[in-house]
């Protein structure tokens, strides 16, 4: 799938290009489009988080979702190893973003972040994942 900025009619190429691309199974959707898969993508994702004991915090856009789970009593890596190994969702510890610096403040590590520009069919497979195998903190 390509993102263009453009509607197909503003794309800058000839019907029989987009025939030949289609042919060989390429899609391309606007950007309005994608954001709204995007923002139905949080939307699955965010109920499956809510239901599993994270706190979410919803973005007004983007191709990312955040969480908390200081509720789960576990540290963004301990959640994010626990949901790859027993539901098979990925998701990134967000402190690996964090440089604690030369104040040798600690980064916070209770965020965890999720993708949504992925494929409508993959959040809700994922959704599903999470809410089949909550992790739950021990």
């Known amino acids: 799938t390509v993102l263009y900025r453009r509607t197909k009619a503003e794309m800058p190429a ?19 489009e994608a954001a709204a898969a995007m923002a139905e993508n949080v939307r699955v994702l965010s109920l499956a988080l ?27 890596v301990e959640y994010c190893k626990r949901l790859a190994t027993e539901a098979k969702v990925a998701s990134i510890p967000m402190v690996v973003f964090y440089d604690p ?4 403040a600690s980064a ?11 494929k409508p069919e993959t959040v809700r497979a994922c959704a599903e994942a999470i809410r089949a195998k909550p992790v739950r903190g021990e």
């Open 14 to 32: 000839e019907e029989d290009e987009f025939e030949d691309a289609e042919a060989e199974g390429v899609s391309a959707v606007s950007s309005d």
């Open 50 to 76: 809510t239901d599993a004991g994270l706190r979410v915090i919803r973005p007004d856009g983007g191709y990312f979702l955040v969480a908390d789970v200081s509720d789960l009593g576990l540290t963004s």
């Open 101 to 104: 610096g030369a104040d040798g």
């Open 108 to 118: 916070p590590d209770n965020f965890v972040r999720f993708a949504v520009c992925k």
